[in-house]
């Protein structure tokens, strides 16, 4: 059974730097693409980062792009996201996913994770 288990997450001032874990057992992604996704309180569930498989790529959404990094280990199965000068609106829960493909392509998801709560306070 896939398992995808987000980690990391927490209360933080502005301006404070979270990193966010996700550790995948029952099959390992070595050759696919994984990411992260957020959804705040009443809005939908909206794409942050991905990952190519080997790392060689990434892509980052406008609202991140210089402030969230995305990284993976496959030694680990473990992919992460270092968020730093967070501010209030980057509150949401953060989900880990996995994609079909080895690169990035959008609505190519084939897993989720249950996701961690991220909230920044004023």
């Known amino acids: 059974q896939v398992q995808l288990v987000e980690s990391g997450g927490g209360l933080v001032q502005a301006g404070g730097s979270l990193r966010l874990s996700c550790a995948a057992s029952g099959r390992t992604f070595t050759t696919r693409a994984m990411g992260w996704f957020r959804q705040a309180p009443g809005k939908e569930r909206v794409f942050v980062a991905a990952?190519?498989?080997?790392?060689?790529?990434?892509y980052y959404a406008d609202s991140v792009k210089g402030q969230f990094t995305i990284s993976r280990d496959n030694a680990k199965n473990t992919v992460y996201l270092q968020m730093n000068s967070l501010k209030p609106e980057d509150t949401a829960v953060y989900y880990c996913?996995?994609?079909?493909?080895?690169?990035?392509?959008?609505?190519?998801?084939?897993?989720w994770g249950q996701g961690t709560q991220v909230t920044v306070s004023s």
């Open positions: 996913a996995v994609f079909r493909r080895s690169n990035y392509y959008p609505n190519d998801l084939d897993y």
């Open positions: 990952i190519s498989w080997n790392g060689g790529s990434t």
